[in-house]
């Protein structure tokens, strides 16, 4: 099994730029009234937020001596890590969102919760906290490579 690679977390970093390049054509999208076009540039933008969060979240994991998280449990391996001091923000919230949008945007009417909406303001509001999560793996990572 691998770990954490400096590429990799590069690689799995600039997904955010992505999806917020998917979250502002997603608005653009609904000021022109075009709602599919709306809803696949939202669903474009779930699916690398959710794969940098975990990948995120298992790096904090190695980080700390544990090995990566296996079952998407990510967000309970994050109030662990708050209530340890590894992380300063829980943002178990943020993982819990976006595990129910991934579903949603990879299944449609067949994920176990079709009920499920996003809007590009719950979106928004998911990229503030990945980015100050990738901000707190950064720090975890000067951290360590200071030892």
Same mark, same amino acid.
């Given at each position: 099994?691998?770990?954490?690679?400096?590429? &990799? #977390? !590069?690689?799995?970093?600039? /997904?955010?730029?992505?999806?917020? !390049?998917?979250?502002?054509?997603?608005?653009?999208?609904? /000021?022109?009234?075009?709602?599919?076009? =709306?809803?696949?540039?939202? &669903?474009?933008? $779930?699916?690398?937020? #959710?794969?940098?969060? !975990?990948?995120? @979240?298992?790096?904090?994991? !190695?980080?700390s001596? /544990?090995?990566?998280?296996? +079952?998407?449990? %990510?967000?309970? =391996?994050? $109030?662990?890590?708050?209530?340890?001091?590894?992380?300063?923000? &829980?943002?178990? %919230?943020?993982?819990?969102?976006?595990?129910?949008?991934?579903?949603?945007?990879?299944?449609?009417g067949?994920?176990?919760?079709?009920?499920? +909406?996003?809007?590009?303001?719950?979106?928004?509001?998911?990229?503030?906290?990945l980015?100050?999560?990738? &901000?707190? @793996?950064?720090?975890?990572?000067? /951290?360590?490579?200071?030892?």
């Amino acid at each position: 099994m691998g770990g954490y690679d400096k590429e &990799d #977390w !590069e690689r799995m970093s600039s /997904r955010l730029e992505t999806a917020e !390049e998917n979250v502002a054509r997603a608005r653009e999208a609904a /000021r022109l009234k075009q709602k599919s076009q =709306r809803q696949e540039y939202l &669903d474009q933008a $779930v699916l690398p937020m #959710w794969s940098f969060a !975990e990948y995120a @979240v298992n790096v904090l994991l !190695e980080l700390s001596g /544990r090995g990566p998280e296996q +079952h998407h449990k %990510h967000s309970m =391996r994050l $109030v662990e890590m708050k209530a340890q001091g590894i992380v300063i923000t &829980d943002y178990s %919230h943020t993982l819990e969102q976006l595990a129910r949008f991934r579903l949603r945007a990879t299944y449609g009417g067949y994920s176990s919760n079709p009920s499920v +909406h996003y809007s590009t303001a719950n979106l928004t509001s998911c990229l503030k906290s990945l980015k100050a999560l990738r &901000d707190e @793996v950064n720090a975890a990572l000067d /951290r360590h490579q200071k030892r």
